[in-house]
């Protein structure tokens, strides 16, 4: 092969790599006549400019929050309950949708949340979500801050209730 076929196939292969270059480049583009009615490519140039946009908006979460199947709630008529005096409460055990549910109850005492005592005896069975009980606190417990917690078993979960009380003296 001559210098001058090796120069044409460069030259050749130089031209094939312009035209793809060429044709990668107008992708996009469009075409136009010319006056002389020969198809000339147009290239065109594309500007992209980024801009920051910061919009503060307020939203609504859709997500649904997780319900507890078991809702259990503690009343009693104080805080302050008396040493050696009957201290009446009321829990009440609902599901999700309000429907009354039947099933056994613990009470628990709690202090800094730990538990320091359980009432005798256990799971005591209650029905149609009331279950109401009586308790007398000894003169030990008189000035620390405790919770009695009511911890309830249905047929479809467990739940508890929390009443925060301080013990005092007749």
């Known amino acids: 092969m ?10 050749v292969a130089a031209v094939g790599v312009v035209v793809l270059a060429l044709t990668v ?4 583009g469009s075409s ?8 000339a490519a147009a290239t065109t140039t594309q500007t992209t400019t980024m801009t920051q946009t910061t919009t503060a908006t307020t939203t609504t ?4 929050t997780y319900t507890p199947p078991v809702h259990v ?13 009957n201290w009446s409460y009321t829990v009440t055990v ?13 009470t628990e005492y709690l202090y ?12 005591v069975p209650f029905a149609n979500g009331i279950y109401r009980d009586t308790i007398q606190f000894p003169p030990a417990a008189t000035g620390y801050p405790l919770a009695v ?3 309830v078993h249905t047929s479809i979960g467990t739940g508890h209730a929390d009443w925060t009380v301080k013990v005092k003296q007749a």
């Open 2 to 11: 001559s210098d001058r076929a090796a120069a044409k196939r460069g030259v």
């Open 25 to 28: 480049t107008a992708c996009g």
């Open 112 to 123: 800094n949340g730990v538990v320091v005592g359980t009432e005798k005896p256990e799971n």
């Open 61 to 64: 979460s859709t997500t649904p």
């Open 32 to 39: 136009r006549k010319s006056p002389a009615g020969r198809t």
């Open 94 to 106: 609902t599901d999700a949708n309000g429907r009354k549910l039947s099933g056994t109850e613990t």
């Open 73 to 85: 709630v503690l009343t009693a008529p104080n805080h302050a309950p008396v040493v050696n005096a």
């Open 149 to 151: 917690r009511a911890v």
